[in-house]
Nanobody
Framework: EVQLVEFGGGVVQPGGSLRLSCAAS????????MSWVRQAPGKGPEWVSS????????SYADSVKGRFTVSRDNAKNTLYLQMRSLKPEDEALYFC?????????????WGQGTQVTVSS
């Protein structure tokens, strides 16, 4: 069974930092791309960042570029998102996400999310 479990969210002041983690199981973690997606109250999902299976390629939304860093530890089956210089507009529920292919079928997996609150 594929499982994605996010943790590390919390309350932080503007300008502060947090590191989110996503523990993955049930699939060969090091072979698949992973992403972070966030959803703020009353808004649709917003893609934040992605990383390739071997960690060599990363990409970021313009809104977080230069402030957030995605990484992974394939030995620990864990995805990370280091967030710095947090802004009130970063407040959201953060999800890790992956898409797995089984033959001709594709499945999208999500964790339960971890809440990031940016408030003074």
């Amino acid at each position: 069974e594929v499982q994605l479990v996010e943790f590390g969210g919390g309350v932080v002041q503007p300008g502060g930092s947090l590191r989110l983690s996503c523990a993955a199981s049930g699939f060969t973690f090091g072979t698949v791309d992973m992403s972070w997606v966030r959803q703020a109250p009353g808004k649709g999902p917003e893609w934040v960042s992605s990383i390739s299976g071997d960690g060599s390629n990363t990409s970021y939304a313009d809104s977080v570029k230069g402030r957030f860093t995605v990484s992974r530890d394939n030995a620990k089956n864990t995805l990370y998102l280091q967030m710095r210089s947090l802004k009130p507009e970063d407040e959201a529920l953060y999800f890790c996400n992956t898409t797995l292919n089984y033959g001709l079928e594709t499945y999208d997996y999500w964790g339960q999310g971890t809440q990031v609150t940016v408030s003074s």
